[in-house]
């Protein structure tokens, strides 16, 4: 298959037309290569408007969510961004073209080792990745400027907010187990503000402050 061109594509028809016009974002879809990242029986779905399974209950979101949840960052190349869930490496490829250190956390360690691996491979030697509780974040390298949360949260876990540096931005998507919002939270002078960017639906976020292990619909 084409991917170059099923890329191309992508960018054109799902992420231009919904109001993606960050350079530098677009031209990062460009460049990384989504079919590696998700199983070998579904890479010619790859470039398709819709999230697949990565296995382990898992998943890897839509191109135009990744696109709209890394715009929502501003990222402007020198930050340092935490994530939460690694998954399939995806997002993480994104955020390493962008900005200088990714420090990312999944809890699944068989996805962990499978993202580092790949990531590795393609070039991204300078991500750390690190298997935890995403919702306890990782204090070590706090604080962050940037940080994006890609499992959807009853709340913003609090470890979160408190390793958030001053005039930085956390990207999550905040809601009930099935059906969430994609909120942008700007801390200024210790106090967070929130808006409102995008409804979505994202694998829960479990964890001490997050989601019981199991969840159903709550």
Excluded: H
């Amino acid at each position: 298959m084409d991917y170059k061109k099923l890329r191309q594509e992508m960018v054109k028809d799902q992420l231009i037309t919904r109001g993606i016009n960050d350079e530098r974002v677009l031209a990062t879809f460009y460049k990384v290569e989504r079919e590696k990242f998700v199983p070998c029986d579904l890479q010619k779905d790859a470039y398709g408007d819709f999230p697949l399974s990565i296995g382990e209950g898992q998943t890897i979101s839509q191109p135009y969510m990744v696109a709209l949840m890394t715009q929502s960052l501003e990222l402007k190349g020198c930050e340092r961004v935490l994530e939460i869930g690694t998954g399939s490496g995806y997002q993480t490829a994104i955020l390493a073209e962008l900005t200088e250190e990714v420090y990312s956390v999944e809890r699944i360690k068989s996805l962990s080792q499978k993202a580092d691996s790949l990531l590795k491979k393609m070039g991204y030697s300078k991500v750390k990745i690190f298997v935890s509780d995403g919702t306890m974040g990782w204090e070590k390298y706090s604080p962050y400027e940037r940080i994006l949360v890609t499992a959807g949260a009853k709340q913003a876990p609090q470890p979160l907010i408190n390793q958030l540096k001053d005039e930085g931005i956390m990207v999550i998507p905040v809601g009930s187990t099935y059906s969430q919002e994609l909120k942008v939270f700007r801390k200024k002078k210790g106090r967070v503000r929130s808006k409102t960017v995008e409804r979505c639906i994202f694998v829960p976020l479990i964890g001490k402050y997050g989601w019981s292990e199991g969840v159903g619909n709550e």
